[in-house]
Nanobody, 117 residues
Framework: QVQLVENGGGLVQAGGSLRLSCAASGIPFNISTMDWYRQAPGKQRDLIARIRGRGPTSYADSVKGRFTISRDNAKNTVYLQMNSMRPDDTAVYYC???????????WGQGTQVTVSS
């Protein structure tokens, strides 16, 4: 059974930091490309960070230079370190893994991040 469990969200002041984690089970984690998405109220869910199985990363322009995605294959866990946070980072954050075209994605329950000004 595939399962993704996100943790680490909360309330932080602008300029502060949070570290999210996502524990995965039921997938070949060490070869899976893992993604972090976020969805603000009334907006679509957007991809913000990606890490491939061997480590290469990519970021959306909105978080580049402030957020860092990493993984621990021994723990089947992907992380998102968020620094210099801004109120527009407020959203529900989700992790998922890349699937072939036409295959439905699997999502965790998400974790709420709120940045106060």
């Amino acid at each position: 059974q595939v399962q993704l469990v996100e943790n680490g969200g909360g309330l932080v002041q602008a300029g502060g930091s949070l570290r999210l984690s996502c524990a995965a089970s039921g997938i070949p984690f060490n070869i899976s490309t893992m993604d972090w998405y976020r969805q603000a109220p009334g907006k679509q869910r957007d991809l913000i960070a990606r890490i491939r199985g061997r480590g290469p990363t990519s970021y959306a322009d909105s978080v580049k230079g402030r957020f860092t995605i990493s993984r621990d294959n021994a723990k089947n866990t992907v992380y998102l370190q968020m620094n210099s946070m801004r109120p527009d980072d407020t959203a529900v954050y989700y992790c998922t893994f890349l699937v072939p075209p036409g295959q439905a994605s699997t999502w965790g329950q998400g974790t709420q991040v709120t940045v106060s000004s």
